[in-house]
């Protein structure tokens, strides 16, 4: 990973990277310092006073059925963002890549959904699944399906999933599509001779071709999911019915800024914390393999 | 490389007759469910509050467009929307190009130098990486009050710059750089910001120009932060102002603009995706390699 | 106003702070902060009262700003404070009364605010039950009642014609609206009843109703030690009759906040238990005959009906301003209380009058005679004189009790938990956050 040829000086380097120093310092590390030691802490909304519990926080997060229960909602949720994205997005892409007309249509269509903020895809689903006005509800409705996603949790994941997925089956797509693109034309070529083994091979030949866009994309694609989502299950659910879609980071927000326990916010950030700390540390070591192939 | 492709698989179209045509169906199939949302909220931004409430709303474009898009882009809620679209394209610029431009340079120092620190100072930053504004919001809110930064561009630009996505990109792609060109650049006795800036920085284009989109959608698409700082509805974003057309209370949604104004939020970001896709990709797949 | 837009647009990066400076000095008036929640008729309803006032008098210059729906305006106005960039009047809704009491230091009480600055003010001027929420033990107002309403029955006339029900019909008691309701679901309807606001309707003022407590030490407005009350024999029969109600079809379930509004506004559901500010969406959107009735009690239960109790949104004023900020304040403030604001409010959105004279005004001005029904919630919120289980309530941490509430009820609703089960469990979590809330104000 090192460059074998670098630089003397050690002046013009530190200040090169002083500006996202000072930036990662002043608006990461000391917030970030800031929510561990507020974490020991039952403060009042308005930082007027506070209690020093200690890990009274922590104890009080871990003895919450339903905080436990967000961790397996989170897993859930995360996988299948992440599986429902990338299998669609990797059977567009090999529509698109076997063609030679019009692929640049579709890809031009189908890009646009990345462009659609998180917070404003909920509002186009809520739209459409709207228990009142939503269209695609009443045609379901029409089918004889009562759907409700403001009571069944079942429905109200598959809802906020969906509609999580639907702008990453665009960025999928694009870095699917590019792979495959580079993928030798003599593999495709051995692979498409035969119309009807076309699956089959794909899955030996050209998929392995394609694993560390996969793996690359997964690892995106579960932070997208852990983090990013926020916006759709606000808009779409507010985590409930039950809390069947609240996600952890979406009980940061709850319980810190609907319920104005800070304290156990500031637990739940440091936990957090901890586990992207954990996920950051596989994906470096993970690319940093990587990169020598 | 899209030409050679072609060239060699052209003696293979035939064979692929119907295929083809299928191929071609499943695409467009495809291609209609991932539109629909968005053709819907078109459709629903061309007609009127009670076209909707009366399900099934019709799924071809009404005669309300003017009218529906005329009251989003003028009254909007405290702001006209035409106001947080310029926001909301500062935001995004600012985030974009801010963060574009502190992480050529730290990426450069640290894959270009050896300084004492650099590991530490490496780790860092990296562990910036992934961590949204979300979970550390209020702490990173008092920094921003205590500098005086509410409601302006600086309080929303810098806290969603702290963050080493870009870096991280830049430095994966600066180590694919031969070694043999800095080499040359050291035996001609060029300085280091010679090097980087006539080497480096064109050979990082495609990677630059990639950045770019994905960071200023990044930046459009910020919620929580723009709701938490901006107490002055002249200085809201687009994409709070459309949460914020939702009813608190006994009141009512009103369908139509909130579509209007749910597609004019998309129309920016659309044309920044769409006019760059190809420059997009290139940039990522190349460092991602 | 428009020198200022005009003249903030040409700023640049950065320079907003420096433009915050410099308005203040450009304008002699000076600006209060006004934050609120409100969106779409009432934001417009609220600007224009605001326009009315800076129209009126040359001193002071109230901007009013927007900030989310009631939590995220309640969040803003927290976090602006640790910011110490708060504004002068905060928009509070009713639940977070209890975090806004105990933050003492932060806030600066409305009959302080009033006698500090000379204003006149007089306290009995005010309906009794809808101040009651936002007073002391002492009868000293903490905050300004805003916009209040209480929860009403609405009947969507016509379809109870259609299932051959007698419009006029006895809806008085629960008892009698389930007669009504499986007539309606017999003849085919798939939306006999829906609610809005689950929580405050059917267990908050249930109990206020019932002169039933929700929570020991009189709904908590006798200290924070407070427990939760609300899985008695009532509470859980009620629950569980709407349980049983959403299992034959009878109550159709659409939203936590006012989502079956919609459903009922188009005319798919009978009955529609909501609060009385339903009013001016229902009458701009229903195409339908419809009518105002009193909520249901349940007939047998001693005490029934007692009175219902409020909801909405009341004024907070922020601490740490300056003098003539607050005398700004006062004058906003009062003029807000004025008969004419005041009436017009109650005519335009169906929330209560805060005042007496604004009622007398609307019933002088012939209101209630052309709108029939109007005046019901006045009515049902002070036929009796509030007791210590109708009052109102004082719960910290109350917004995400709500939360556990609805989650609680939902769980009935679809079946998946019985009435005692599930308000066992929503006393126990809610308990919880009780001790956690008088931990941190100790």
């Given at each position: 990973?090192?460059?074998r ?8 380097p530190?200040l090169?990277?002083f500006?996202q120093?000072?930036?990662s310092?002043?608006?990461f ?26 890990l009274g926080?922590?104890?009080?997060l ?5 905080y436990r ?7 859930i ?6 599986v ?12 698109a ?13 189908l ?7 998180p ?11 709207n ?16 759907w409700n996603?403001?009571l069944?949790?079942?429905?109200a ?11 990453r089956i ?11 693109q ?27 071709l ?35 879609t609240?996600?952890?980071v979406?009980k940061?927000?709850?319980?810190g800024f ?5 304290g156990?916010?500031?637990a739940q ?18 690319i ?6 | 490389?899209?030409?050679?492709r072609?060239s060699?698989?052209?003696?293979m179209?035939?064979?692929?007759g ?6 071609h ?15 819907l ?19 071809v474009?009404?005669e309300?467009?003017?009218e ?6 003028f009254?909007?809620i ?5 106001t947080?679209?310029i ?9 974009a ?9 730290s990426?450069f ?10 590991t530490?100072?490496?780790?860092l930053i990296?562990?910036?990486?992934m961590l949204p504004?979300?979970?550390?919001i209020v702490p ?7 500098f005086?930064?509410l409601n302006?561009y600086?309080g929303l630009?810098l806290?969603?710059?702290a ?11 600066f180590?694919?750089?031969?070694d043999?060109?800095a ?7 060029a ?6 800036i006539d080497?480096?920085?064109p ?5 630059i120009?990639?950045l ?9 698409n ?7 700082i ?5 200085m809201?974003?687009?994409v709070?102002g ?6 608190s209370g006994d ?10 104004t749910?597609?004019?939020?998309m ?6 995706v769409?006019?760059?896709?190809k420059?997009?990709?290139?940039g990522?797949?190349d460092?991602?390699k | 106003?428009?020198?200022?837009r ?7 990066i950065?320079?907003?702070a ?6 203040t ?5 000076t ?5 609120h ?13 605001v ?7 040359s001193d ?8 989310g729906?009631y ?11 640790r910011?110490k960039?708060?504004p002068?009047i ?5 639940v977070g009364?209890?975090?806004?009491m ?6 600066k ?6 006698a ?10 005010y ?7 936002y ?5 000293e107002?903490?905050?300004l ?6 929860p009403?029955?609405?009947v969507n ?9 007698d ?6 008691t629960?008892?009698?609206?389930d007669e009504?309701l499986?007539k309606?679901?017999?003849?085919g ?6 609610t809005a ?11 206020a ?5 929700f ?15 609300f899985n ?5 029969k ?10 034959d ?25 909501e609060?009385s500010?339903?009013?001016?969406g ?7 005959d419809?009518?105002v ?10 005490g029934?009906p ?5 909801g909405?949104?009341s ?7 300056s003098?003539?900020?607050?005398k ?5 403030l009062n003029f ?14 169906g929330?209560?009058?805060?005042t ?9 001005d012939g209101?209630y ?10 009515i049902?919120?002070t ?6 289980n ?7 941490a109350?917004?995400q009790?709500?939360g ?5 009820l939902e ?7 019985d009435?005692?089960t ?14 956690r ?6």
């Amino acid at each position: 990973m090192e460059k074998r040829v670098t630089f003397k000086g050690w002046k013009l380097p530190l200040l090169l990277i002083f500006p996202q120093l000072l930036i990662s310092v002043v608006f990461f590390f000391y917030p970030a310092g800031q929510a561990i030691w507020q974490s020991l802490f039952i403060p009042d909304p308005f930082g007027l006073s506070s209690q020093f519990v200690g890990l009274g926080n922590f104890e009080f997060l871990l003895s919450d059925q339903y905080y436990r229960a967000s961790f397996l909602t989170t897993a859930i949720f995360s996988i299948l963002v992440t599986v429902v994205s990338m299998v669609v997005a990797l059977f567009l892409a090999v529509m698109a890549d076997r063609l030679i007309k019009g692929a640049g249509v579709y890809r031009t269509l189908l890009i646009w959904p990345y462009a659609v903020a998180p917070a404003v895809a909920g509002v186009l689903w809520l739209f459409m699944f709207n228990t009142r006005v939503g269209v695609v509800s009443w045609y379901v409705g029409l089918l004889g399906y009562d759907w409700n996603h403001v009571l069944n949790g079942g429905e109200a994941m598959g809802l906020v999933v969906v509609a999580s997925s639907w702008g990453r089956i665009s960025y999928n797509f694009l870095f699917f599509f590019a792979a495959l693109q580079a993928v030798p034309k003599s593999v495709i070529e051995a692979a498409a001779i035969d119309g009807a083994r076309f699956w089959r091979r794909f899955f030996t030949i050209v998929l392995p071709l394609l694993s560390p866009t996969v793996f690359f994309l997964l690892v995106v694609n579960i932070v997208y999911a852990f983090f990013e989502t926020f916006g759709v299950i606000h808009t779409i659910t507010s985590g409930g019915p039950q809390q069947s879609t609240t996600i952890l980071v979406y009980k940061v927000f709850s319980d810190g800024f609907v319920g104005q326990d800070l304290g156990s916010s500031a637990a739940q950030s440091v936990v957090l914390l901890v586990l992207v700390g954990a996920l950051t540390i596989v994906q470096f070591k993970f690319i940093e393999k990587r990169v020598h192939y | 490389m899209a030409q050679t492709r072609q060239s060699t698989q052209s003696g293979m179209v035939e064979k692929r007759g119907r295929s083809l045509w299928l191929t071609h169906v499943l695409m467009i199939i495809g291609v209609l469910v991932v539109f629909f949302p968005i053709w819907l909220a078109f459709v629903a931004s061309t007609v009127t509050q009670a076209d909707i409430v009366s399900p099934p709303m019709p799924l071809v474009p009404g005669e309300h467009f003017f009218e529906n898009y005329k009251k989003a882009l003028f009254s909007g809620i405290n702001v006209p929307v035409s106001t947080m679209l310029i926001n909301s394209l500062i935001m995004a610029i600012g985030i974009a190009l801010g963060k574009i431009a502190i992480s050529l340079v730290s990426a450069f120092a640290i894959v270009y130098f050896k300084f004492p620190g650099r590991t530490f100072f490496f780790w860092l930053i990296f562990l910036t990486l992934m961590l949204p504004v979300e979970v550390r919001i209020v702490p990173t809110y008092e920094v921003i009050a205590g500098f005086g930064m509410l409601n302006s561009y600086s309080g929303l630009i810098l806290p969603l710059v702290a963050s080493a996505t870009a870096t991280f990109l830049f430095r994966q792609f600066f180590l694919t750089i031969p070694d043999e060109l800095a080499e040359a650049a050291r035996v001609d006795g060029a300085r280091p910001m010679r090097f980087f800036i006539d080497i480096v920085i064109p050979m990082s284009r495609t990677n630059i120009a990639a950045l770019f989109v994905i960071l200023f959608i990044y930046g459009w698409n910020q919620y929580l932060w723009p709701l938490l700082i901006t107490t002055d509805p002249e200085m809201n974003t687009i994409v709070m102002g459309i949460k914020q057309m939702f009813p608190s209370g006994d009141d009512f949604a009103d369908w139509p603009v909130i579509m209007a104004t749910s597609i004019l939020a998309m129309i920016p970001p659309v044309i920044v995706v769409v006019s760059m896709q190809k420059l997009f990709v290139r940039g990522l797949v190349d460092s991602e390699k | 106003m428009k020198f200022r837009r005009q003249f903030r647009h040409s700023l640049c990066i950065g320079a907003a702070a420096v433009a915050g400076l410099f308005t203040t000095t450009v304008h002699a008036a000076t600006e209060v902060q006004f934050w609120h929640a409100f969106t779409g008729r009432l934001g417009e309803l609220v600007a224009e009262q605001v326009e009315t006032f800076n129209s009126s008098q040359s001193d002071f210059e109230v901007v009013a700003s927007h900030k989310g729906n009631y939590s995220e305006t309640l969040n803003a106005g927290i976090a602006a404070f640790r910011a110490k960039e708060q504004p002068h009047i905060l928009m509070v809704f009713e639940v977070g009364t209890a975090t806004m009491m105990s933050a003492k230091g932060a806030v600066k009480p409305v009959f302080e605010v009033m006698a500090d600055a000379g204003a006149e003010f007089d306290a009995d001027a005010y309906i009794g039950s809808v101040k009651g929420y936002y007073t002391t033990t002492d009868g000293e107002m903490l905050s300004l009642p805003f916009n209040s309403s209480t929860p009403v029955l609405w009947v969507n006339k016509d379809a109870l014609k259609e299932a051959g029900v007698d419009p006029e019909v006895d809806l008085s008691t629960w008892q009698k609206v389930d007669e009504v309701l499986t007539k309606v679901h017999a003849a085919g309807s798939k939306c006999p009843m829906t609610t809005a606001w689950q929580s405050w309707i059917h267990l908050e003022n249930l109990s206020a109703y019932h002169n039933t407590p929700f929570a020991t030490k009189d709904n908590g407005f006798a200290g924070v030690d407070t427990e939760l009350a609300f899985n008695s024999e009532l509470q859980v029969k009620h629950i569980q009759t709407m349980g049983d109600w959403a299992k034959d079809g009878k109550f159709m379930y659409a939203g936590r906040r006012n989502e079956g509004g919609a459903n009922f506004r188009a005319g798919e559901c009978a009955l529609f238990t909501e609060s009385s500010a339903g009013y001016a969406g229902i009458k701009a959107e229903a195409k339908f005959d419809f009518a105002v009735r009193p909520l249901p009690y349940w007939e047998g239960t001693e005490g029934a009906p007692q009175n219902t109790i409020i909801g909405g949104a009341s004024l907070w004023a922020m601490a740490g301003h300056s003098d003539d900020e607050y005398k700004g304040v006062a004058t906003f403030l009062n003029f807000l209380s004025s008969d004419d604001i005041q009436a017009k409010w109650h005519q335009d959105t169906g929330y209560l009058p805060i005042t007496a004279a604004a009622g007398e005004k609307t019933k002088a001005d012939g209101f209630y005679d052309d709108n029939p029904g109007t005046d019901i919630a006045v009515i049902q919120m002070t036929a009796n004189a509030p007791t210590a289980n109708s009052k109102g309530l004082r719960l910290g941490a109350f917004d995400q009790i709500r939360g556990i509430i609805d989650e609680e009820l939902e769980a009935v609703w679809s079946g998946d938990k019985d009435a005692q089960t599930a308000m066992d469990s929503a006393v126990e979590r809610g308990n919880k956050l009780l001790r956690r809330f008088e931990q941190a104000n100790k």
